[in-house]
Nanobody
Framework: QVHLVESGGGLVQAGGSLRLSCVAS????????MAWFRQAPGKEREFVAH???????YYADSLKGRFTISKDNAKNTVYLQMNSLKPEDTAVYYC??????????????????WGQGTQVTVSS
């Protein structure tokens, strides 16, 4: 059974930075695409970024240049470095693992395992 645990969220002022972490267990981490999504109150869950088995990354267009996804296969951990944060980045951030190995996508339905989420609040 796949288990994902996020950490690193918190309250930060606009312009600040945070690094989120997601520790995975029960998944062949090096073969699966891992992603970050976010969900703000009253809004749908939104794709942020993913990183695949070859370490190739893909970002939502609106977040390119501010957010960086990375992973450490030895630690079964995926990270999201968030810089120049804005109040509109306020959301619960979720880590997710793709349903199948060696495949990737950006829709929430493509992902079969989710963490519990970590709250990120950016004050103006």
């Amino acid at each position: 059974q796949v288990h994902l645990v996020e950490s690193g969220g918190g309250l930060v002022q606009a312009g600040g930075s945070l690094r989120l972490s997601c520790v995975a267990s029960g998944v062949a981490f090096s073969r699966y695409a891992m992603a970050w999504f976010r969900q703000a109150p009253g809004k749908e869950r939104e794709f942020v970024a993913h990183i695949i088995w070859s370490d190739t990354t893909y970002y939502a267009d609106s977040l390119k240049g501010r957010f960086t996804i990375s992973k450490d296969n030895a630690k079964n951990t995926v990270y999201l470095q968030m810089n120049s944060l804005k109040p509109e980045d306020t959301a619960v951030y979720y880590c997710a693992a793709y349903k199948y190995p060696y495949r990737a996508g950006i829709l929430p339905g493509d992902f079969g395992s989710w963490g519990q989420g970590t709250q990120v609040t950016v004050s103006s």
